[in-house]
């Protein structure tokens, strides 16, 4: 009786011990809704003001979950370890909207630290670039173990 493999989703989701870890990997991801959106401020029956996750970011949060797990189970290997520089290379849609590039960097990182078990506090060099609107918005992040 022959092994059976299991699919790519259960693969990614086992422990990753048995993989040796990346330096960088390199990941093309949707661009992020706004962060207005992302996490709205609503009222408590108390009074109070608070911060909630909205759908959208919980959507944006598993797709990028689901590249980060494409990514190990195509390289075999686990996510960088800490310290970490993050390089963003940002397109932003074409809908006659400006957009501010630092506004596109919290909702990638805090979702690809998610998805590896990392912490944006480990990120101590960020260096972004904003390109042309493009038909097909997305982000191309890199993150890389900071020697």
Request: contains cysteine.
């Amino acid at each position: 009786m022959g092994r059976t493999r299991l699919p790519a989703a259960v693969r990614a989701m086992l422990p990753a011990d048995h993989r040796p870890r990346a330096t960088s990997m390199r990941l093309v991801l949707p661009f992020p809704p706004s962060l207005n959106n992302m996490f709205p401020t609503i009222v408590t029956k108390t009074g109070r003001a608070v911060r909630v996750k909205s759908g959208a970011a919980k959507k944006y949060e598993a797709s990028v979950r689901n590249v980060v797990g494409l990514w190990i189970n195509h390289h075999q290997q686990q996510a960088p370890a800490p310290p970490y520089r993050l390089l963003l290379t940002v397109w932003p849609p074409q809908d006659g909207r400006k957009h501010d590039l630092t506004n596109c960097f919290k909702a990638p990182e805090d979702a690809v630290m998610a998805a590896i078990g990392g912490d944006d506090n480990d990120v101590l060099v960020v260096i972004g670039a904003k390109m042309a609107p493009d038909p097909h918005p997305r982000i191309e992040l890199i993150l890389e173990t900071l020697t």
